[in-house]
């Protein structure tokens, strides 16, 4: 079920007080227009009616698709210390409501940044596995190793010549395109099932670069 709050929020750019429909959680099959409201930026974004300042509210927001079953947990945070403090705790309270057992055949992402969210949302859209994806993002960027580090690479669409990935350098101020074609994304993705990773979760995950390096090394989730 879609659940919302109404709250009053004061402007942080000019003091102005309004009310924001705050969604706590989204559940796909009873509403596909919220989907489409969050794949648009719409979603928790706060707008000032006066100044017109926009800013995400730092409210969690569960997705749930029953259809993909995919559930995503979102709570935005900057800090890594809270953001692993967050994680353990998902990953606690699920294990002691016996969730999991419900659950089974599931794939659980935790997530702290909003975009990371709808690329989630996208990726798993276009019958993609997202440890698939992140390998095929560090291989993106280690095309150009000496500035992977001020780059961020983000699964944008799946077309005709393949996975298009959006590539924003922060220094350089630039965002670059990059395609791979849907062949590499399938041998990927073979290798990785036949190194033992399964393709949905026995418990939450962060699928992200530090956990496609970890694959990388040998790491999958069979255990």
């Known amino acids: 079920m879609s659940i919302n709050s109404k709250q009053s929020v004061r402007c942080p750019n000019c003091s102005q007080m309004s009310d924001v429909t705050v969604w706590s959680s ?3 099959k009873d509403s596909a227009d919220l989907k489409t ?10 707008k000032c009616p006066s100044c017109e300042h926009i800013a995400l509210m730092p409210n969690p927001l569960l997705y749930h698709d029953e259809d993909k079953k995919l559930m995503i947990s979102f709570t935005p945070t900057n800090d890594p210390v809270v953001k692993e403090q967050m994680f353990t705790n998902i990953k606690d309270s699920s ?4 969730e999991l057992s419900k659950l089974e055949g599931y794939n659980l992402r935790f997530v702290t940044d909003y975009n990371e969210l709808l690329e989630k949302v996208l990726i798993f859209d276009n019958e993609l596995n997202d440890k698939a994806v992140e390998v095929l993002k560090l291989m993106i960027l280690s095309q150009d190793i000496e500035k992977s580090e001020q780059r961020n690479c983000r699964f944008g669409k ?4 393949g996975l298009e990935f959006m590539i924003h350098d922060f220094i350089e101020n630039q965002v670059y395109t990059s395609t791979v074609p849907k062949s590499s994304y399938d041998t990927v993705y073979a290798s990785l099932l036949e190194s033992g990773m399964k393709p949905y979760s026995f418990d939450w995950e962060m699928v992200n670069s ?5 694959l990388l090394n040998g790491f999958n989730n069979n255990f």
């Not at 409201?37 to 706060?46: C, E, P, R, V």
């Not at 294990?95 to 016996?98: G, L, P």
């Not at 799946?158 to 010549?161: K, Y």
């Not at 530090?210 to 970890?214: C, D, G, M, N, V």
């Open 26 to 28: 989204i559940t796909v």
């Open 37 to 46: 409201d969050l794949l648009s930026g719409k979603i928790n974004m706060f």
């Open 95 to 98: 294990s002691k409501s016996d």
């Open 158 to 161: 799946l077309c005709d010549d």
């Open 210 to 214: 530090t956990y496609a390096t970890r």
